[in-house]
């Protein structure tokens, strides 16, 4: 939910129910000023017609492992790399969503899933904290 979080969390704030509402500067409309939906509209609606009528289910399949390997080399270094881990993390949770929203992945297969993505956010997670002590050492 951290994709949407904040925009709920701002919606709620301004007071407003549709997200393409948000009042993104503070400038009045009459002035020039820009809603959320001025900013995002066009992207979610490529985005949207990309994943529901383009994107290749083998090539986003085949990007999940490469994403999931990526991390997990990224982990098994002698001093892991946190950072660049939970980027390939973040690719790998971001390729799952898109594969459940297509159904490629099936209902028995999606907790599975879920579990692969959990563990890499734990391993970051994990490397953090060690190279984080580690460093309070030297």
């Given at each position: 939910e951290l994709t949407y979080g904040l925009e709920r969390l701002a919606m709620f704030i301004q007071g407003i129910d549709n997200v393409y509402d948000l009042d993104w500067d503070g400038v009045p409309g009459e002035q020039g000023g820009k809603r959320y939906g001025d900013i995002f509209h066009r992207a979610e609606v490529e985005f949207s017609d990309w994943n529901f009528n383009h994107a290749d289910m083998t090539a986003l399949l085949q990007h999940f492992r490469d994403a999931e390997a990526e991390c997990g080399k990224l982990l098994a270094l002698e001093t892991p790399l946190a950072l660049p881990a939970y980027d390939q993390c973040m690719k790998?949770?971001?390729?799952?969503?898109?594969l459940d929203a297509r159904g490629v992945i099936s209902v028995t297969e999606r907790a599975a899933y879920i579990g692969r993505v959990r563990a890499l956010a734990r391993g970051c997670c994990e490397a953090w904290i060690d190279t984080a002590k580690a460093g309070e050492a030297n």
């Open positions: 790998a949770s971001h390729l799952f969503n898109l």
